[in-house]
């Protein structure tokens, strides 16, 4: 087999899976485009969550050996911040996978952090591989990895 021919069949499939990822982008997710419009489209769909009973269920559910009131008082200490006291709890335990030091750490967050805490569960894999790498994909992309990450987080609010 020469060079040349499997640089083309390299190229191709390159092509071929950029081409793939292009078309599936293409089909709408639960939110269209990028910038603030996606934004208030996005919130549109996670503020319902933003409430203290999803707070109380998720304690319950993520820690059904601990005492939930602890806990409470444990994410109560969170400094309420710009994006709301629920939704820094929800973020801490999300990432806390339901192990109590865990959120322990996540509480202790320092204040110039907590969007750090809030990007790392609300945006996995968007913060994963950077939010500063993700704005030079192309927009199809980025919607992409946005309502890829917006629907996880939403099955997640959803779980008892």
């Known amino acids: 087999m020469s060079l040349a021919f499997v640089l083309i069949v390299f190229v191709a499939a390159n092509l071929a899976v950029v081409l793939f990822l292009l078309l599936r982008a293409r089909r709408r997710g639960p939110v269209g485009g990028i910038g603030p419009e996606r934004d208030e489209q996005e919130s549109a769909f996670k503020n319902p969550y933003f409430r203290r009973e999803v707070v109380e269920a998720k304690v319950k559910s993520l820690f059904p050996d601990d005492d939930p009131a602890e806990l409470l008082r444990l994410l109560d200490g969170l400094v309420p911040s710009f994006w709301g006291l629920e939704r820094l709890q929800l973020a801490a335990l999300k990432l806390s996978k339901g192990d109590a030091e865990r959120l322990r750490r ?40 946005y309502n890829r990450d917006l ?3 939403l099955r997640w609010l959803k779980r008892g």
């Open 106 to 145: 996540y509480v202790d967050t320092p204040e110039r952090e907590l969007i750090d805490l809030i990007g790392s569960a609300e945006y996995p894999y968007a913060w994963r591989i950077g939010f500063l790498n993700c704005v030079e994909l192309p927009t199809p992309l980025q919607e992409l990895i």
């Open 151 to 153: 629907r996880q987080y």
